[in-house]
């Protein structure tokens, strides 16, 4: 028995020798990993509308995957974006600051066009650019928006490489083709020819294809992002996927169209959601989820107009180009498996929060000779707090301030609906006031009820006021 006890002593010893190489290799490994800095995937829809994935109510678009970040990461109820449409809302993101500080935002022309001749100054500092100053590699697919001439585009601000429509989807028009609108309005499955927007595909400086095969646009972004990712896995990385869509004109690919119950609408957000399932799967089958940070939201409210085309803002009032809540709140997640905790969050947030953000995460410095705008919001994400650093929001549409919220409370200073449609603009010698967590959908004006709370935020809207150095507009240019 003695012998039998050596011996299995000795083969149980020899075998611990044996594996612990492995063992230890293991641990190193996962040290290293934990000291890794974190990867960031920024994927940004166009036009999406508060109400319109299935984690935040929609009762006929399905979005498991989405659904699924909702789940497993932290689902943002009160999270914002820097201005109502394209362009300055892209540039709040990219640069953590409001767009009227950069010359972003314009009363005569809301956003940049193919004869645009300005773009994102080359002295902001974008989240490309700070994250490159720490070793990131880069790269923006979809859509730019920021500037389509060769000193403007993603290469120019900190992107290693570009590949997408430089600007909107609907631009460069045909003449000759039908209405799309007054089609669209008839038609809840209808899409345009191709051929109807002469678009261009961009591959960092140069078009490669024109016009731009828009059927099948959304799963070639994914892929390339999908492409971004596996060749550079073994270095921190930085992907801006920025949808083209659900902007109209409205596509879908062979596998997702006529599939959704809410017309070629639903096609297009079930095709971006099968996206993300994608791009998150690599992320886990190249084991770099639990080091990878997963943001999804969207540069401004739905485009009410094109009716069934356009998307909806749920509870919330009004959609894209005004700055009621419709147009400016938008549905946002955070997936970082093992790191954040899972959970609702419904304290304040934006996306030019992005940028201070990543920089602590990433051991970035963020630009410090300059005004941000953003907060950093890594205690908040990581669960060392449950107070966001951001109690305010500043809502500008073309150069003016028309509200202020702080804490729950919103004051409007101007009021104007969305372009087209809505409510005239009215400047408001009282403003209105709502209390957004009573009254999210803005219905029931109590400035009558709170004169010292509109005192307070008309104070803090003018403080603000005088800290905006007005610059060169660049959306004017021609």
Known sequence: MKVESRTVRAIATTILWAALPMLLGQVTAQVARAAEKPNFVVIFCDDLGYGDLGCFGHPTIRTPNLDRMAVEGQKWTNFYVGACVCTPSRAALLTGRLPIRNGMMSAKRRVLFPDSKGGLPASEITIAESLKSVGYATAAVGKWHLGHLPEYLPTAHGFD?????????????????????????????????????????????????????????????????????????????????????????????????????????????????????????????????????????????????????????????????????????????????????????????????????????????????????????????????????????????????????????????ITQGCYGIGPQRQEHETPELYHLGHDPSEKYDIAALHTEQIKELVAIAEEHRQSIERVENQLIKR
């Open 161 to 413: 490489s570009y590949w997408g429509i430089p600007y909107s989807n609907d631009m460069d028009a045909v003449r000759g083709f039908p209405n799309y609108a007054q089609t669209a309005r008839k038609d809840a499955n209808y899409f345009a020819p191709i051929e109807q927007y002469n678009v261009p595909i961009i591959e960092d400086t140069k078009v490669v294809e024109r016009p731009a095969n828009q059927h099948t646009i959304t799963r070639r972004y994914t892929e390339k992002t999908i492409e971004f990712i596996r060749d550079h896995r073994d270095e921190p990385f930085f992907v801006y996927l920025a949808h083209n869509l659900p902007h109209i004109p409205l596509y879908a690919g062979k596998e997702h169209l006529g599939k959704s119950r809410r017309g070629i609408f639903g096609d297009v957000i079930e095709e971006i959601d099968s996206g993300v399932g994608k791009v998150l799967a690599t992320l886990q089958e190249l084991e770099l989820d639990k080091n990878t940070l997963v943001v999804f939201t969207s540069d401004n409210g739905p485009w009410l107009p094109f009716h069934t085309h356009g998307g909806s803002a749920g509870l919330l009032r009004e959609g894209k180009g005004t700055t009621f809540e419709g147009g400016m709140r938008e549905p946002t997640l955070f997936w970082w498996p093992g790191t954040l905790k899972p959970g609702v969050r419904m304290e304040m947030g934006a996306t030019m929060d992005l940028l201070p953000t990543f920089c602590t995460l990433a051991g970035a410095t963020a630009p410090s000779d300059r005004t941000l705008d953003g907060y950093d919001l890594t205690p908040l994400l990581l669960g060392k707090t449950d107070k966001s650093p951001r109690d305010r929001l500043f809502y500008w549409r073309e150069e003016q301030l028309y509200a202020v919220r702080v804490g729950p409370w919103k004051a409007h200073f």
